[in-house]
């Protein structure tokens, strides 16, 4: 059984500039969500994708915006980037959208915006 | 909204000893409380969960109890070791919700 694979590992953006990440679900999983961790601090959640659509969202602009594709991976797209968007971005897989199953973290993808 | 708020941000124990984090939460409405561990440059990783049904859940030498009245719910890792040394998060969230509201983190060292 595979877990949650992040890609890229790291990235260095530019402030303006537009990034996408990606996130394959763990086998058997139809539930993504995504969440940022800055440095220190506990995850915040971005949003949630379950049936290729939006299904729940934090408090994040709408610059953030996702993806969710037939085979449960995702895309997390954030644009016109801002220097407070370096962060750890985690994305979680789950076997259900309902907030009382576990989720399953993958390694995430550090961004740093200069 | 939710909110969880988890104390110490540090803890340091001598390798052997016991480790206690502890977490309160604000939403009667959650139901469902994970702790995570997550090491350097690692995604958090799920170490032990519970559900408001039960009051205490053991896994070796981790076991987390819960208090639902006074909204309290804590980490117990016994006879510590080196490789316990880590970030640990709680967290919380409901049937009807699709986040997890996280704590702040607890740094854990372990002394050899």
């Known amino acids: 059984e595979t877990g949650v694979t992040q890609s890229p590992t790291h990235l260095i953006k530019t402030r303006g500039q537009q990034v996408t990440l990606r996130c394959s679900s763990q086998?058997?999983?139809?539930?993504v969500s995504w969440y940022q961790q800055a440095l220190g601090q506990g995850p915040q959640f971005i949003f949630q994708?379950?049936?290729?659509?939006?299904?729940g969202r934090g408090n994040f602009p709408p610059r953030f915006s996702g993806l969710q594709f037939p085979n449960y991976s995702s895309e997390l797209n954030v644009n016109a980037l801002e220097l407070d968007d370096s962060a750890l971005y985690l994305c979680?897989?789950?076997?259900?959208?309902?907030?009382?199953?576990?989720?399953?973290f993958g390694p995430g993808t550090r961004l740093t915006v200069t | 909204g939710e909110n969880v708020e988890q104390h110490p941000s540090t803890l340091s124990v001598q390798e052997g000893d016991s480790a206690v984090i502890k977490c309160t939460y604000s939403?009667?409405?959650?139901?469902?409380f994970p702790w995570y561990k997550q090491e350097l440059g690692k995604g958090p990783q799920l170490i032990i969960d519970?559900?408001?049904?039960?009051g205490e859940k053991k896994d070796q030498r981790i076991a987390v109890t819960l208090n639902k009245t006074a909204k309290h719910f804590s980490l117990h890792i016994t006879e510590t070791q080196p490789e316990d040394s880590a970030v640990y998060f709680c967290?919380?969230?409901?049937?009807?919700?699709?986040?997890?509201?996280f704590g702040q983190g607890t740094r854990l060292t372990i002394n050899p």
């Open positions: 967290a919380a969230s409901y049937q009807g919700a699709q986040k997890l509201v």
């Open positions: 994708y379950y049936r290729e659509e939006e299904n």
């Open positions: 086998s058997g999983h139809n539930t």
């Open positions: 939403d009667s409405a959650s139901n469902y």
């Open positions: 979680a897989s789950s076997p259900s959208p309902s907030g009382s199953y576990e989720q399953y």
């Open positions: 519970i559900r408001s049904n039960v």
